[in-house]
């Protein structure tokens, strides 16, 4: 019954492939986030959906594809991976408030430690 | 420069001891503040939330406070437990404009026995 849940939780890989994170929310809300958090800890948001419209994109290079079927689901595709891609990735969602995205409480997923070698 | 710093950056308390972590910031114009909680291995988990006319909130043994007027915010934690161990990270969101959404570095503290 797990509220977010992302896979793998570890992804360890060779620079210049192709690889994949996906994540899932049970909790019916309508907007899903993706974060990077460094080997510095600094947590960045990179990208934002609501309704599986792409509302957030942060200066993220464009080797980084989200992509949303559905509300319950938002995945993370990266092409040619690069050492500085290795960190920590959360998935995130909150419900939708008139007063705003930014003003919502964010329920995160366990995260993805991806590591390029 | 970021705009949330967090000090101390890591802190080690005794179980059973207070102790308080900061967190500065410039982010304008204010909308809210948020602390999160992420033990190690995991993703964050929200603690409290805190808007421009809230002064303290508390959750348990965890209180924050927030002076919007110097833009600071303090997370005590009250007879602190070794579950207590774990990053803390304030986060704050602006109204509107750019970045909106400020992360700080987090606090690392560790509860020993």
């Known amino acids: 019954d797990t509220a977010v849940s992302q896979t793998p939780k570890y992804l360890v890989t060779q620079m210049g492939n192709d690889k994949s994170i996906k994540c899932e929310q049970n909790?019916?809300?309508?907007?899903m986030y993706w974060y990077k958090q460094d080997s510095k800890k600094f947590l960045k948001i990179m990208f934002s959906?609501?309704?599986?419209?792409?509302?957030i994109n942060e200066t993220v290079p464009n080797r980084f594809s989200p992509k949303s079927p559905d509300k319950a689901h938002l995945n993370l595709h990266i092409n040619s991976l690069e050492l500085g891609d290795s960190a920590v990735y959360f998935c995130?969602?909150?419900?939708?408030?008139?007063?705003?995205?930014?003003?919502?409480?964010?329920?995160f997923g366990p995260g993805t430690r991806l590591t390029v070698l | 420069k970021n705009q949330v710093e967090q000090s101390p950056q890591s802190l080690i308390i005794l179980e059973g001891k207070n102790c308080t972590l900061q967190?500065?910031?410039?982010?304008?114009?204010?909308?809210?503040l948020r602390w999160y909680k992420q033990d190690t291995g995991r993703g964050p988990v929200s603690l409290t939330i805190?808007?421009?006319?809230?002064n303290t909130k508390s959750n348990g043994r965890y209180t924050a406070t927030l002076d919007a007027d110097t833009k600071q915010s303090s997370l005590h934690i009250t007879a602190s437990q070794l579950s207590d161990s774990a990053s803390y990270i304030c986060?704050?969101?602006?109204?509107?404009?750019?970045?909106?959404?400020?992360f700080g570095k987090g606090n690392q503290v560790v509860v020993i026995p």
């Open positions: 805190m808007t421009f006319s809230e």
């Open positions: 909790l019916g809300h309508d907007t």
């Open positions: 967190c500065n910031y410039t982010v304008s114009p204010f909308s809210n």
């Open positions: 995130a969602s909150s419900p939708f408030r008139t007063s705003g995205i930014y003003n919502n409480e964010q329920f």
């Open positions: 986060v704050v969101s602006a109204s509107y404009g750019n970045n909106r959404l400020a």
């Open positions: 959906y609501n309704n599986k419209e792409l509302i």
